[in-house]
């Protein structure tokens, strides 16, 4: 006889079917970075659980950031930072080693989705002239070379989907000079989610999710519909990291993609959770304040 | 915390994902019949397992027949059946009801396979004129209208997987005076494989599989070579009902599919533990005698 | 020198011309009922005439019900029938049978549309999920599974015509529960019309076409405007059975279809005299009071 | 009642089904000549002829000469025959009129065809380089701008069949020079039916067809097999116009075209009653001496 | 080393960039008629250039009078011209020999296009049904078979386009009765740039371009705004022969067409130099009042 | 009128006719190297080239190595070379950076591209998995991550072609174990000329070209046959640097590219003038010992 081993993992297979129904052929941005970037183990996993996507059907499309990588690589070429306003100035000089380490960390991340048998394709936003900036100022200093996203150009994103690859972007972008821009990959992938017309947005952060109280563990929101999450941002309830973070996932829902994600990345597979089972994994931000759109996802 | 209960969950979908690679778009036609046509638990899971199938990427082809249903119809229309050497003989008012029950229960299997969500197209040999027949002798005696496929036109078969359905053929065919004959449903689901260069043909049976010795259930094999199996028809070893099967098996493989299985149907969602997990189920009928072919399926 | 005879022959294909023309690539969907079903002769003129249009380049669709096959086999099996307020009901033994029936009577019209050369493709409403319905009720009484349209898939049809194929289609269809209902053919005929924006639309019926008085056969028209229809329906001109098959031809052409034809199908070729003789055949019902659109068809 | 008159029209088209169904997008050149284009009642049969075959599903092609209008044109604009061993010399001005008599003709037949429905266009073989010639001697003499076929770029005529237009060719060529060449209709018929794989060519002449003796009507031959054609020429049974069109005919089916006819385009709709009756007009040049392949056509 | 000829050849081609880009899959229809189709060497040139403006991506549409030839010929055969109020009328004779000399001239420009290497294909108004028209009346008084455009069918142009033909056109069209017409040439060129949505029209004529005042060689206007011109038509500053050629390239403009350019066709390459050089070859007319909308072509 | 100056930038485009035809959509992949990639004029003249070729309608790809750049950063971050047999070794952390810097000069191209208004992507030999590769021995000494290519997977390339971009390529691949190695330039720029059919491989490089004698620069080839060139090898006549090059060039036109060309990278635009002129600059590599070939480029 078959062992109840085998006939549990059937079953798990079987209750993946309306997910996989639900997504079938639908574009899905994960923004990359934090600890699952960091930790081996951890990338190994969010790799498989896109690769998987990749497979069952989704059309999967990654946004990662440099994370500690860049810091590491400014100290070992001996750059001194420079700093305005408390603010790390992003000089021509940090620039290019931003884009250097940004560009190493892309590769890294195209090698292991192929070692799984996908075929990847890692870009920047310089690529197709997909990304295009203007100079990003913080409380009107100049910061350097920092971006604000002004236009997307999606052609080459959707070639590369209609010819199956896995396409991986890291948030670099040319402004109107042609000069080379970092842009904060949080926005890099709210950007690219509302030009693609996605259907979910993750986030993989550090944190469990968002909290009515964030003094609070047991106030973790599993969702969280925009009106309430602009509520969250207006009597000052979020603290100031999450901020920019509501605020893109705001504006992601209210230019088209259906669902947006705040995971905590620390938990492994929480893509495959999230996605697979009806166990939220951190908070979902929803378009409309309604219970029954929640039921199957 | 997230419970272990969910990171199991994704590990067994992590595990499927070599196996959802190597198929990902090939053609798998599933010979439906037996205990798994009766048990209702049974149908269910099996349709559950071919709409997964085709979820995550595969192209299924269900090919089934019509059970103990066309006796029971036989029987309620109040007619006498006719033998011929000890065989039920097919004449023409018997074969009207056969066709009757089997598009019935081809429809039985279009509304499951709907109600979870996947379009499928139910057709016969006639449509599309997709089997060709001739009559077949019973040691030269006329058993009626009971034919061999003489030629497969899979025209129809190859434009539902291109438009995303999912085919279900019963095994009936027209000869080239256009009359109506009756198709064992395992030699047309072995003429449909190799017509549309299946890349595995599974077999659902009330056994558990081909065994070396009849007599000793401790002697079920886990694979099985065409030569070997050439071998135990031969030598006599195999009992007399499953001599058709095996050799439309070796006849399969011969012909380009690369792998047969005769599965064991009365093993809850058997299909998908044969491809999903490295757990044998039944006997698998491979091309060489080569160990290293197996590692991977 | 050529014979008279032959010269004949070819004014008669010279003079179909302006038909051929005018329909090229349209579709037409035939509703086939009534006699022309029974008489042997007459299903092979309909069909010899179906299987030329498709040739000349036209694109056409048949529906068809089962006629008194179904009344035969119900009786066969020994089913005792069941009346509300006169009318039969169709409860799921019944409609079992009535399923098996029409599937039979579909793949008979596939053979003979194949035994011309034609490539047909015989499907219900279920396939691709083609006909949607929900519970009809007689005068508010529940007459068991007997639906209406609610919806209309064409995708499967739309596919076939693609890939050359003659759709041939029995009407039954499922609800949101995915049980099984029986639909009058003329209305499955008219639903299917209007969703794949059909040029034609025509009704093979067993009588001479509409009377302004139905007493008076003197009174047959050939032609009827939309408004005209109407009128005779408010005005109790048209007798019980009429009136559905008028609300029909009315709705057809009110959703798009440019011409609905109600034709005597005891007539050999009404088909092909219909469309490629001036000389009319039954009663067309056309959009506009506007004498000039009658003049080329 | 609906009158015999009518049945027998729907009859006449019936019987047309299996020769529709066996040319059903095939390639058919006519080569257009002789009395058929002098009257104006049989030019205007040839063209109803071939836009019959267009719209049931052929793609006809026309190959036209200018016939006696050409001889017209050069006395009106004055000029004086050349004469070379008694054959007519095309100098350059003679040329000149031809290319633009030929022209004229040509926008005739495309005007003629369009008034009937379908879309022609009308090309030389200068068009798209369709047509490439080499200059052609009459027993070592040179007769000025006479061209032989040396290749066909049939790369327009696909796109024009492609597009659904009825492509109408004049027989003129470019030398590698990029002189402008008259090429014999004949010739050009065989060469671009050749090149663009046509199941049938037909050449409309004023003669009934081939003859055993030509000198007896009574041997008027219904079909010849192409080694009777290669004796008949051998043995000096046909006359000096017929063994230059026979040798057509014999290329033509040794480079694959299916079927050549010698018609004569005296009788009305002699390309009609060819093809769609049993009653062959003129002589069928066929490939094999076997009786079987000319049972449907 | 490499010599400073090279190099600047080098230069000219760097210099092409913007224009290369500007134009990249652009139609563009360039009007060829008078001295530049008389003179030889000009002739040769304006057909380089436009080979030129093919091989580089643009979609150039050649469309051409006859010119003096037309007038030649008619005196060739002996033909009795007739006028109505001074003007020469187009009888069904003079247009017969029109048609024949605008078809010499067609292929003589097929021709020469061949010669340099790509592929052409000359038709006219009457093929694919391109230009319908309706005769044009001179103040009142019948001057012939002369007409006017009432629609264009640009599907002949487009097909030819998409299969990498150059069109090259003649103005004749016809009536609904089929009925030959002559069209202005300009007029064609016109409804034509319409029908395709071309970039840019370019007229090539025997003037400088427009002048203020036409008494003033030194006041040729290098560009002229839509409202401007419509002033100077208002203002009788313009000589008879410009209103028309005007008014095409008002309405062409404001139906579309990006740019129209009156050149002067016998400066040699003037079409190549207006494309590629920023030295303006005769007038410019365009949509708006902007400067800014001039720098870049 | 028209200045000479005009005209004759009209003649330089006409002259390149001919050019542009021969090499119309064919490929053509530049090996960018040496001073042309450390001098920004020179750098900025080659882009400005290939530019051209893509507008004009060739498929140029450029395959670039890193040059000096990555010397510098090796001793930017402070890392000490290793060496075997007097070889660099490339150990993990010298690949790490060498492939931030091919990285950091492959994003540079892309926007130098861009900036002249064409849409570039920059991929590696990992994306898509285009270039497989195993460890390359130096005399049998283990020289590190150094890699020959074993295998191109060119649909990356096709599809960015396709899709209209231009490919810009850095020579890093991936082994079976998927480590990350260098490859020479020349060697990845051959492979993939072979993989993609191109139709001309051009190397820039700091040579004037191959001289028959080293020593003699009055020696110098402006072609070379595949035999001369082996001889050339055979008898010891190449310097050390040469003979790989060499090599590769031979490799090249034996596997189906057309012509391959060293030219000397420090001559400005010398992309072009090797492309539109008939000055040949530096040496081409040709298939046969056949002048003729030679005459058209």
Known sequence: MVKTEYLEKAQVLIEALPYIQRFNRKIIVVKYGGSAMVDENLKRQVIQDVVLLKLVGFKPIIVHGGGKEISRWVGKVGMEPRFVNGLRVTDKDTMEVAE??????????????????VKAVGISGKDGALLNVEKKYSNGEDIGYVGNVT?????????LLEKDFLPIICPIG???????????????????????????????????????????????????????????IDNGNV????????????????????RVHILDGRIPHCLLLEIFTNKGIGTAILRKDEIKDYDVQ
């Open 151 to 159: 236009s997307v150009n999606p052609k080459i994103i959707e070639d």
């Open 100 to 117: 250097m380490v940004l560009g190493k960390v892309n590769k890294e991340l195209v090698t292991l989705v192929e070692s799984l048998g």
């Open 239 to 258: 603290g100031g990291g999450m901020i920019p973070k509501l605020q893109n996932c705001i504006d992601a829902i209210e230019e088209g993609v259906s």
């Open 174 to 232: 040319l402004d109107k000079n042609f000069d080379t821009y970092n842009i904060n990959a949080d926005d890099a992938a709210c950007a690219i989610a509302k030009a693609v017309h996605a259907e979910k947005l993750a986030f993989l952060t550090d944190i469990e999710g968002v909290y009515l109280d964030p003094n609070d563990p047991s106030t973790l929101l599993s969702k969280l519909f925009v009106k309430e999450a602009k509520e969250l």
